[in-house]
Structures are given as structure tokens and as C-alpha cells.
């Protein structure tokens, strides 16, 4: 083969040669893994703020409810008349008192399997929500002071714990079926009444909704 012949032979193999050596040497960054961009819900700080819960009307939360009803819908909307009641350490509490802080009022008795059952939803509830902007007062009707007491300190109750004196005004003196609870809003007009048993994520969707 010619001079002239082999020249553009040799140029091609060393182009060819320069090509494969620039690729083994940029191959390790090509492969490289690259880190996976995580979603803004994958990665967002743990101890940053919460979404706020939705707020949902009183309508939906009465059309959802299985375990209790609404009563005493006349009141709905109504001013709460205006009570003083006594608690098991003696403390009295009078209801417009606690104007401009919601209140939910439980009546319920220490035989009630229902309202034994929604005690712990009453505990977790005063937890999770101030004394200032919530009171709970759980009102027991025709049982012994003392036994009332004592399954309240049994049972770790840390909420208000009331005593009925056989003188409340309508429509609290008109309650039949327990556990009731009436929800007064801090302007002092009752929101909702309802007889049954509620679940903690069910009386505080009533707290919240409009």
C-alpha cells in the first residue's frame, strides 16, 4: 500500500482512538447516580407547621353522624339561658362566665356505658385544647356527691365535674337521655345539641364549624 493510501487510514484510527479515550475518561460522570428530587410533601421539615384542618359545615357534620342525633332544635341559635352549678371540689361555675370561649356541656351519669366510653374523648379533648378558648363542664344528675368523686378521680377526669342541683332552666332541666351535650358558642348562643355518644374528631369539627 502506498504512502499516500495509508495516511488517511492512520488519521482515522487515531481519531477513533482519541474518541474512545475521551469517552472512558467522561464515562464515570455520565453514569454517575444522580440524587432523586424529593416531592415538597417528601421533603418538607418535620417540625414545620401543619396544614390547617378544613373547616366543615354543621350540616355536614349532623348528616354524617351514626352513633348520636340532634336535640332540642328549637334552641339552635338561641341565647343559653344562664346557670350556676357547683363542682366536686366545690368550685362554682356559673355559664356566662366563660363568654367568648366556646363550651361544650356534657350531661351524663357514672352508669352510662356510653358516657364511660366517651370520657377518654373528653380527656383528650381538654389536652389538646387551652382552658382559654374552651370549657368542658360535665354535668351528673341524681347520683351521690361522693360517688360521683370517686369515679371521677378513678377514672382521671380533668375537666370540670358538676354536681345538678334539680335547677336548671329549660332546656338543660329537660334532659332524658344520656350522654347529652349542648355546644355554646362564645357569644352564648347554643350551636348544637345532641344525644349519644361522639367521637373526639366529631365534637371538634362541631367546635370548629361555622
Given amino acids: 500500500m502506498s504512502e499516500q493510501k495509508k495516511q488517511p487510514i492512520v488519521l482515522l484510527i487515531i481519531l477513533v482512538a482519541i474518541i474512545l479515550f475521551a469517552a472512558v475518561l467522561l464515562a464515570p460522570e455520565i453514569f454517575k447516580k444522580r440524587p432523586v428530587e424529593k416531592l415538597p410533601s417528601e421533603s ?7 396544614v390547617a384542618a378544613v373547616k366543615m359545615r354543621l350540616e355536614d357534620i349532623i348528616l354524617r353522624a351514626r352513633t348520636w342525633g340532634p336535640v332540642y332544635e328549637s334552641w339552635f341559635g338561641r341565647q343559653a339561658p344562664d346557670f350556676t352549678l357547683s363542682d ?4 362554682q ?3 356566662s362566665d366563660y363568654r367568648g370561649k366556646d363550651v ?3 350531661f351524663w351519669a357514672t352508669w352510662c356505658g356510653p358516657c364511660k366510653m366517651e370520657i377518654p374523648n373528653l380527656i383528650a379533648l381538654r389536652n389538646t385544647v387551652s382552658t382559654d378558648n374552651l370549657a368542658i363542664l360535665a354535668i351528673a ?6 360517688q360521683v368523686i370517686n369515679f371521677a378521680s378513678a377514672n382521671r377526669m380533668n375537666y370540670a365535674v358538676l354536681l345538678n342541683d334539680g335547677n336548671l332552666p329549660s332546656p338543660f332541666d329537660k334532659v332524658n337521655y344520656i350522654p347529652c351535650s349542648f355546644f355554646i358558642r362564645p357569644d352564648g348562643k347554643i350551636k ?5 355518644l361522639m367521637s373526639l374528631g366529631e365534637i371538634k369539627a362541631i367546635i370548629q364549624a361555622d
Fill in 141 to 146: 344528675s341524681g347520683e351521690p356527691a361522693q
Fill in 88 to 91: 366536686i371540689t366545690g368550685r
Fill in 93 to 95: 361555675h356559673k355559664l
Fill in 44 to 50: 418538607a421539615d418535620v417540625n414545620s407547621k401543619p
Fill in 104 to 106: 361544650v356541656i356534657v
Fill in 192 to 196: 348544637l345539641a345532641a344525644s349519644g
